[in-house]
């Protein structure tokens, strides 16, 4: 199944009173069913932020975050977990260095009262290109690409329909980083996901992006297609600045 994702109205402030931070005014957006949306913008401009809304890390949001029109809060945590699942920038983080790759995937199968274990972690391993070998490694028995491929399939084992994806390739050396964006880029095709991409690269959104939001200090100046990087069709002059600057 593929999903779409709308927020509308979405705004985020951290703390109260005077020192209180107005993170996200007013965001609204709809990616359509299979689309892969690009978030860009500076540092701190609040694209995490929008994600962690998504998936509810964050739950101090006003407005309306819509999955296939249902709203994320109506969601219960079992459904939420099946449906969208997020992967992070540092694959040395987002791992426990005392978890095998087996403990990672088995863990939410367990979870979700899932048969078929092996099958569903040989498969999912095949999936990123990873050996069914390498189950019983530890992260620190893998390299970062290897390690990020990892996180991937954990992303993977619950079969959701929605990657929400946190510069997940950030942290990576220049030459694995494309073998990463094929990765997804191919996954997307073979599954339908829909994917939601934050990335500061330009070169990242020409790659996998149909459309991408400039963020500026929480706002949205624009909503481009990929066409508009070359030709810089951006009306705003900080989308502009952006995309000239690449
Ligand atoms: P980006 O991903 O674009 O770099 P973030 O979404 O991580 O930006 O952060 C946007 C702003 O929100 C930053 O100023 C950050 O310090 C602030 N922020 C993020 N999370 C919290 C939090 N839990 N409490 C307070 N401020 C936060
Ligand atoms: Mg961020």
Redesign the pocket.
């Known amino acids: 199944m593929t999903v779409s994702v709308e927020t509308r109205n979405l705004s985020i402030t951290?703390?109260h009173g005077p020192t209180a931070?107005k993170?996200l005014p007013d965001i609204s957006f709809l990616v359509e069913p299979g689309e892969c949306f690009g978030l860009v913008?500076?540092?701190?401009?609040?694209?995490?932020?929008?994600l962690?809304c998504i998936s509810m890390l964050?739950d101090f949001w006003k407005g309306e975050i819509l999955i296939n029109g249902k709203s994320v809060r109506d969601m219960p945590l079992i459904e939420r977990c099946r449906t969208l699942q997020m992967v992070f920038q540092d694959p040395y983080g987002s791992l426990h260095p005392r978890q095998s790759v087996r403990t990672v995937l088995s863990e939410p199968l367990r979870i979700h009262k899932l048969t078929n274990h092996e099958e569903r972690m040989q498969k999912v391993l095949s999936d990123v290109g990873l050996p069914g070998s390498f189950l019983d490694r530890f992260p620190h028995q893998l390299s970062g690409g290897q390690r990020q491929r990892v996180a991937i399939a954990r992303a993977l084992i619950l079969e959701p329909s929605l990657l929400l994806l946190d510069e997940p390739t950030s942290a990576l050396d220049v030459s694995v980083q494309a073998e990463i964006l094929n990765l997804l880029q191919r996954l997307r095709e073979e599954h339908g996901f829909t994917y939601i991409m934050?990335t500061h690269d330009l070169a990242v959104v020409d790659h996998m992006c149909d459309r991408f939001a400039v963020?500026l200090r929480?706002e949205i100046t624009e909503i481009l297609p990929r066409e508009a990087i070359p030709g810089c069709e951006a009306v705003h002059p900080y989308s502009r600045e952006l995309i000239g600057a690449s």
């Open positions: 951290f703390g931070l993170v913008g500076e540092s701190g401009s609040g694209k995490s932020t929008v962690r964050t934050v963020m929480g």
